[in-house]
């Protein structure tokens, strides 16, 4: 499992953060530099792929972060000198694994699997902590376009949404047990506060999983 966190050159504050925040649930994660330029969610998009194409030629899953991550939860594996034990197995055949999204919209709502720590997921925005799998990785370089920006290929959280949690074949942990920091946001330009998704999104997962 190739392991990455997303981090603009000029943001080492930031990267700072989330390497203490990688210890404190016991991963080692390499840095990505973020791609730049002045349309920001392209360059988003753009560090995604870039991401994408450093586990194809790796050929590994991939485990991909932003800068801002913050864990309220262990993660379902552990990193030892033999790989990773998983005490959380995958559901099979999964495409991609969130350990924390915004689910919230006018749209087709989690459901509950045979798996009680993962719910299926239909929608979702927010990909700061999430596992693709190599299939995954293989669709998303033959089918996101890094290059520009239009109606159908949005900002990568929402082209993902439509893209690839369509197929059924995405989970989200149950409890969700990663957020963003509240910070200025490096693509929009401002403050943002996505805690509520968290606490609400748990709170919601928990009263209707049951």
Same mark, same amino acid.
């Given at each position: 499992? @190739?392991?990455?966190?997303?981090? @603009?050159? #000029?943001? /080492?504050?930031?990267?700072?953060?989330?390497?203490?925040?990688?210890?404190? !649930?016991? &991963?080692?994660?390499?840095?990505? =530099?973020?791609? %730049?330029?002045?349309?920001?969610?392209?360059?988003?998009?753009? #560090?995604?792929?870039?991401?994408?194409?450093?586990?194809?030629?790796?050929?590994?899953?991939?485990?991909?972060?932003?800068?801002? !991550?913050?864990?309220?939860?262990? @993660?379902?594996?552990?990193?030892?000198?033999?790989?990773?034990?998983? *005490? #959380?197995?995958? /559901?099979?055949?999964?495409?991609?694994?969130?350990?924390?999204?915004?689910? *919230?919209?006018?749209?087709?709502? /989690?459901?509950?699997?045979?798996? /009680?720590?993962?719910?299926? +997921?239909?929608?979702?925005?927010? =990909?700061?902590?999430?596992?693709?799998?190599?299939?995954? !990785?293989?669709?998303? &370089?033959?089918? +996101?376009?890094?290059?520009? &920006?239009?109606?159908?290929?949005?900002?990568?959280?929402?082209?993902?949404?439509?893209? !690839?949690?369509?197929?059924?074949? #995405?989970?989200?942990?149950?409890?969700?047990?990663?957020?963003?920091?509240?910070?200025?946001?490096? $693509?929009?330009?401002?403050?943002?506060?996505? %805690?509520?998704?968290? $606490?609400?999104?748990?709170?919601?997962?928990?009263?209707?999983?049951?």
């Amino acid at each position: 499992m @190739l392991k990455l966190c997303i981090n @603009l050159d #000029s943001r /080492p504050d930031r990267w700072e953060l989330a390497q203490k925040e990688f210890e404190k !649930v016991g &991963l080692e994660v390499q840095r990505l =530099s973020a791609c %730049t330029g002045e349309n920001r969610p392209l360059a988003f998009n753009q #560090s995604v792929y870039k991401a994408m194409e450093l586990a194809k030629a790796a050929d590994e899953n991939l485990l991909l972060f932003e800068d801002d !991550v913050v864990f309220d939860g262990e @993660l379902p594996f552990l990193e030892t000198n033999f790989g990773y034990y998983f *005490y #959380s197995p995958f /559901p099979l055949n999964c495409l991609t694994v969130h350990f924390g999204c915004n689910m *919230y919209g006018e749209w087709k709502l /989690p459901e509950k699997t045979e798996y /009680p720590e993962y719910a299926r +997921l239909w929608n979702c925005w927010q =990909s700061h902590a999430t596992w693709y799998s190599k299939e995954a !990785v293989e669709f998303i &370089l033959a089918n +996101l376009d890094p290059t520009h &920006l239009n109606g159908e290929n949005n900002i990568f959280d929402d082209w993902l949404r439509r893209n !690839v949690l369509v197929k059924g074949r #995405s989970y989200v942990h149950v409890p969700m047990i990663a957020y963003q920091r509240i910070d200025r946001s490096d $693509i929009w330009g401002h403050e943002t506060d996505y %805690t509520a998704c968290h $606490i609400k999104g748990n709170e919601w997962l928990k009263n209707n999983l049951k």
